[in-house]
């Protein structure tokens, strides 16, 4: 198994492009704001072949490369429908302008073959398996991925902005619900085994079991504690 992984752009959003091996095809998850040319590298370096892009969620950071790294490869975005509009709309699920000045940067819309995803699906791509969760809290359509674990590795998890080392995804945004997210914590993360590597939006890699035993918000689910209130923000928030 290949996961390669950089972080891309002004927010430092991990783009990650995973293949059974170097030499075949591969998937890109979530290549955000200037993500293309580490993209382009990445795939040179390994010799791989994209035949998707999977998207965790709407937002900028991880959807501004979309439309030109799937038009140099003539491959599909999949993204959860209660996001699509993100990628044409940016500015309406930030709630705010993004600016002038980084709008210049971007190349605003859909790419010409858009595959929407639905909670409990299992792709099938590139010779891997990955199953979705739909996880709101962070956005309306934020989802997870989900590889299973095989004799040489265990599964690994990529959490988008849901779960981060230590922390979790702000929701203070458009489409962004505490309670939603401690839900998708519960239902999503804790029946997790401790050896499944989170590989997250932003930030370092860990493991269920580590947030399991200090992440403040999963303690707090495990414990049934969900009360926290929307005025309570998450320490060390990432992204947008």
């Not at 707090?220 to 504690?225: C, D, I, K, S, W």
Request: net charge negative; glycine share 12%.
């Amino acid at each position: 198994m290949l996961i390669a992984g950089f972080p891309a752009g002004a927010w430092g959003t991990n783009c990650y492009l995973v293949a059974p091996a170097a030499g075949e095809e591969c998937v890109i998850i979530d290549p955000g704001h200037q993500a293309a040319e580490g993209v382009e590298e990445t795939l040179k370096k390994h010799r791989l072949k994209p035949v998707a892009v999977v998207l965790t969620h709407g937002h900028l950071d991880h959807v501004a490369s979309v439309v030109p790294v799937c038009g140099a490869h003539g491959v599909p975005a999949w993204i959860h429908p209660d996001d699509r509009y993100m990628m044409s709309d940016p500015e309406k699920a930030l709630g705010r302008s993004i600016g002038m000045p980084l709008l210049g940067e971007l190349t605003i819309g859909e790419p010409d073959d858009v595959k929407e995803l639905t909670d409990g699906a299992r792709l099938e791509l590139a010779g891997l398996e990955l199953s979705v969760a739909h996880a709101p809290g962070h956005t309306k359509g934020s989802v997870t991925f989900r590889m299973p674990e095989t004799t040489d590795i265990p599964s690994v998890f990529f959490s988008g902005d849901l779960l981060f080392a230590g922390s979790i995804g702000r929701t203070d945004l458009p489409g962004g619900d505490m309670a939603e997210m401690l839900d998708s914590l519960a239902r999503v993360c804790l029946p997790l085994d401790d050896s499944t590597v989170v590989l997250s939006g932003h930030g370092a890699q860990t493991t269920i079991g580590q947030e399991r035993a200090t992440n403040p918000y999963l303690r707090q689910v495990a414990a049934g504690l969900q009360d926290r209130g929307e005025g309570s923000n998450p320490p060390h928030r990432r992204g947008m």
